[in-house]
Every structure is written in structure tokens, then in C-alpha cells.
């Protein structure tokens, strides 16, 4: 391990994730609910309708619904709160760990350009399928699985599952 | 006395601070672990790092407990505590979706956010997409609505339909955690990768 450049050292993974449980048991004893991220990226997408297509938002009715459902805007949503800081934490312990670079992270089988046409294809995939599962990995599988909710432990195995089954036939994404 | 802001202890203002700094802890932790690497993450699949499988269920189990307990002593009421609800369908087909996209993008939403905050593009990149996914979600909403909110079996948990306590649930849950556990080292072992 001496030889081993610094920014590939991480934390021991048993230890991450008692502290990735610690910080989700926070979350619920300050809030009553988990952690989430899929639902800052909905909240930013829906603010950003009712700024541009103020009369748009009104007759539509995934946004009627959603006004229904959360008070209060964009500023004031637990969850956008919570991914800034995720920001701000990440940016921390990569600068900690010396990790800071500007970079696009590929197999050398394959160029930044298909890994960035990938990433987008995976990120639309990734945000429609969070809508129609009621969150994703952080708030769906993870939060759902603490509070034992059986949708969150079908989530998981869901996500998993699919990522799993579908690995063979992209392997040159990544080894 | 927990939760917190259900119990209207704390105003909401300090429950906004308070959501930031729990997000600087989870960005924190999820980096320190090696979240803000896609090759990292995607390791997952391959079995040449299955990080993601530690981190993951190792945190599910410490809040799991950490609710169990809290509960016990009387710290916190968990019939306050949000059960995500289970609308069977979408779980699944949702579910089915968001693991193609894992494994196409390589990042989640929390991981690609905690990846940009220490420079890397192709999490740009998979956020850029999220919002195109989000968006077409909304805007589509009448199409998929009725699979959105079909099967709703309101928000059962696994001890009720498996007919244990939470303490049992929890317990053989542990088990099922640690025998994972046991395979993903010998995973890494398997099919190792030097560089990645």
C-alpha cells in the first residue's frame, strides 16, 4: 500500500458505509425522512418551468400536482439543501484526499466522447426511471431499505438486478 | 423527541441548515469512499470492485439499527419516521430503467453530484442528462401516469409481510448482508483489475 498513489486511497468501505448510515439516521431523526437526490433534480427542473413557462406549468398536470404536493420553492426544499452539500462535502474530501481534477473518467477501450454520449444517455435513463420509481438509489433503495419499506427493497433489487443482467453486453463501457 | 422537525422542535430554518450539513456529510462520506469514480462504481458489475455493494448495505444496516435503537429508548417516534410508499409497478419498471442507466452511465444521481464536485465531466455530463430524464417524465406525465400509480399497496414494510418483528427482519437481514460480504471479497479477489 506505500506505493500506492494518494488519490487512490479511499476510506475502508465498512467504515464508509457505518458513516453513510450515521449520516441517513440524521437525516431521519432531523427530518423524519431519508436522504434523497433525484428529488433536487426534480424540484430544480420544475422551478425552472415555472420561470420559463409560467402558463405551461399551470395546465400541465404533473406540475399541479407536484405544486400540490410541496410548499414552499426551490430554496426552501430539504433535498436541494441536502445536494448542495453534497457539493460542498465532496469537493472537501477530494481536495483532502488530492482528487481535485477536471477529467473524464473512461475505459482506455473507448474515447471521452463515447463515454460522455453514454453518460447522457445512462444520466436520461437514470432521471425518468428515478420519477417513475419514486426516487433513486439514495432515496428509493437506500432510505426505503432503513425504514425496512418493501418498495425500497424492490427498488434496490431492481436497480441492481438490471445493472447485473444488462453488465456483459456493455463491457467495453468499462474493462 | 425525534423527529425533529415533525415534532416541530426546531424551526425550519435551522431544518434547512441542518439538510445542508447533512449533505456535506453524505457528499463527504460518499467521496472518501470512492463514489465519485464511475470506473469505481461500475466495478459493481464486474466484480472487480464491489465497494458499492459494502458501502451500501453496511449504511443500510447502521441506520436500520440506529432506528431500532433510538426507538428503544425512546429518542425517536418511528410512526412519525416516512415509509416510502410501494406502488408495486413502478418499483419495478422504474427500478428495471434506472439499472440501465447505472450501467450505461455509471453514476446514480447522488454519486454523479459528489463525481462533478471534484471535476469530473462525464458526471456533467450524466446530471445533464438526469434533467433531459426528468423532464421528458414531466411533460409525458399523462402517458405513464396510470403505470405511476398502479398497484399501490400502500407503505407496507418487509417484517409485516413476512410476518416477523422488526428486530427479527433486522437481524436476518444482517446475516443476508454479511453473507454478501463474504462473496464480494471473494469476488474482488477473482477478478481482479490493477488499474481502473
Avoid at chain 2, 422537525?5 to 457528499?27: D, H, K, R, S, Y
Avoid at chain 2, 470492485?49 to 428503544?72: E, H, N, P, Q, W
Wanted: with cysteine; glycine share 14%.
Amino acid at each position: 500500500m506505500e506505493q500506492t498513489d494518494r488519490s487512490k486511497r479511499y476510506l475502508n468501505p465498512y467504515v464508509g458505509g457505518v458513516l453513510l448510515g450515521l449520516v441517513l439516521l440524521a437525516a431521519n431523526f432531523v427530518s423524519g425522512r431519508g436522504l434523497g437526490a433525484s428529488g433536487a433534480i426534480k424540484s430544480a427542473v420544475v422551478s425552472t418551468m415555472e420561470t420559463v413557462a409560467p402558463q405551461h406549468v399551470a395546465t400541465t398536470k404533473f406540475y399541479t400536482e407536484y405544486s400540490g404536493s410541496h410548499d414552499g420553492g426551490f430554496w426552501h426544499n430539504w433535498l436541494v439543501l441536502e445536494m448542495l452539500g453534497v457539493l460542498v462535502g465532496g469537493f472537501a474530501s477530494g481536495a483532502i484526499a488530492g482528487r481535485l481534477k477536471w477529467k473524464v473518467e473512461h475505459s482506455p477501450k473507448i474515447t471521452s466522447k463515447r463515454r460522455i454520449i453514454f453518460a447522457v444517455i445512462g444520466g436520461i435513463l437514470f432521471g425518468f426511471g428515478s420519477q417513475l420509481g419514486r426516487g433513486c438509489t439514495s432515496g428509493s433503495a437506500l432510505s426505503g431499505m432503513a425504514v425496512l419499506s418493501v418498495g425500497g427493497f424492490v427498488s434496490m433489487a431492481f436497480i441492481f438486478g438490471t445493472a447485473f443482467a444488462l453488465a456483459y453486453f456493455v463491457r467495453k463501457l468499462w474493462i | 423527541m425525534g423527529p425533529l422537525i415533525v415534532n416541530e422542535i426546531i424551526p425550519e430554518g435551522l431544518n434547512l441548515f441542518l439538510a445542508f450539513v447533512i449533505g456535506i456529510g453524505f457528499g463527504f462520506v460518499l467521496e472518501s469512499s470512492g463514489f465519485s469514480s464511475s470506473r469505481k462504481l461500475a466495478g459493481m458489475f464486474y466484480g472487480y470492485d464491489t465497494t458499492v455493494l459494502k458501502v451500501f448495505f453496511t449504511a443500510a444496516i447502521t441506520a436500520m439499527l440506529g432506528l431500532l435503537f433510538f426507538s428503544l429508548f425512546g429518542w425517536i417516534d418511528l410512526s412519525l419516521v416516512y415509509i416510502n410508499p410501494t406502488f408495486m409497478t413502478s418499483a419495478i419498471v422504474g427500478g428495471a430503467i434506472m439499472g440501465a442507466g447505472f450501467i450505461l452511465g455509471g453514476y446514480c444521481p447522488g454519486t454523479s453530484f459528489c463525481a462533478l464536485s471534484i471535476g469530473k465531466l462525464d458526471a456533467l455530463a450524466f446530471i445533464g442528462g438526469l434533467f433531459i430524464g426528468v423532464f421528458i417524465f414531466a411533460e409525458g406525465y399523462p402517458l405513464w401516469e396510470t403505470m405511476y400509480k398502479a398497484n399501490n399497496m400502500g407503505a407496507p414494510t418487509m417484517n409485516t409481510i413476512l410476518g416477523v418483528s422488526r428486530g427479527v427482519f433486522a437481524f436476518l437481514l444482517i446475516i443476508v448482508a454479511l453473507a454478501m460480504f463474504v462473496v464480494g471479497e471473494w469476488s474482488e479477489k477473482k477478478f481482479p483489475r490493477d488499474e481502473y
